[in-house]
């Protein structure tokens, strides 16, 4: 693939600027040395995810336990948690079903993907091993993450349906839908802190990518080396090489 051209670009244009401008509209090509690796739109679905997640954490900590009541200040009282909470709920499972289908398609384990589902496999990812030539845009840490995500905040969904009409629900379903959303919760709150983790101390130059849109070549090249090739029109000739 051939450098993306970013045409008016004039002196007071630096390098990240022409990157940053035209990953507002595209992603996977090469701008004057930078590689776009998410388009605007990914990174707003991204952050209204994340942005409702943490409302919904805030909010739904006073409820949970008086130890966390200082927070409910933060919203004008214990009152107004018990209203936002829910709604804030909703948002966030409609961001997370909208980020489901965008990503859906990138996010399908293949080959190697599967090793991550094992225990050995989640730990290497976490202790950033395992990388290996053929890792494409998201290896099969990220992939699994994503899932897991999905499911958790079906998870979510479920338990706060019945407890935000708990009338509408029998005793049984009530009892377990309190179980099920502290677990789903618990279990969520660990995982984006691992991938909060991955996403910048683990991993220099990752946080850029979902702020500006782009990574630098060399991140790429080391993490994501297959992508690379493809983005910089190496992968087509190595296959050509292969076949000779």
Request: hydrophobic share 45%; proline share 3%.
């Amino acid at each position: 693939m051939s450098e993306a051209a970013f045409p008016g670009r004039n002196s007071r244009t630096g390098v990240g600027d022409a990157a940053v401008v035209r990953a507002r509209e595209v992603e996977d090509v090469l701008v004057d040395g930078e590689i776009v690796r998410h388009r605007l739109s990914s990174r707003v679905i991204h952050w209204t995810v994340a942005l409702f997640f943490f409302v919904c954490l805030f909010t739904g900590l006073p409820i949970w336990t008086p130890l966390f009541g200082w927070m409910a200040t933060l919203f004008g009282g214990l009152s107004v948690c018990r209203w936002l909470h829910p709604w804030s709920g909703a948002v966030f499972s409609v961001a997370s079903l909208v980020m489901f289908v965008h990503w859906f398609s990138e996010m399908k384990l293949r080959g190697k993907d599967s090793e991550f589902l094992t225990p050995g496999g989640l730990v290497r990812y976490f202790r950033y091993r395992g990388e290996d030539s053929e890792v494409g845009k998201y290896n099969g840490g990220q992939k699994v993450l994503f899932w897991a995500a999905a499911l958790g905040a079906l998870g979510l969904l479920a338990s706060g349906i019945v407890m935000w009409f708990p009338e509408r629900f029998g005793h049984e379903l009530r009892q377990l839908s309190y179980v099920a959303h502290d677990v789903a919760f618990i279990l969520f709150f660990a995982m984006i802190i691992g991938h909060i983790y991955l996403g910048t101390a683990a991993e220099p130059g990752t946080f850029r990518s979902m702020t500006g849109g782009t990574v630098t070549k060399e991140w790429a090249r080391l993490h994501h080396p297959r992508w690379y090739r493809e983005v910089v029109g190496e992968e087509g000739n190595r296959s050509s090489a292969r076949r000779r």
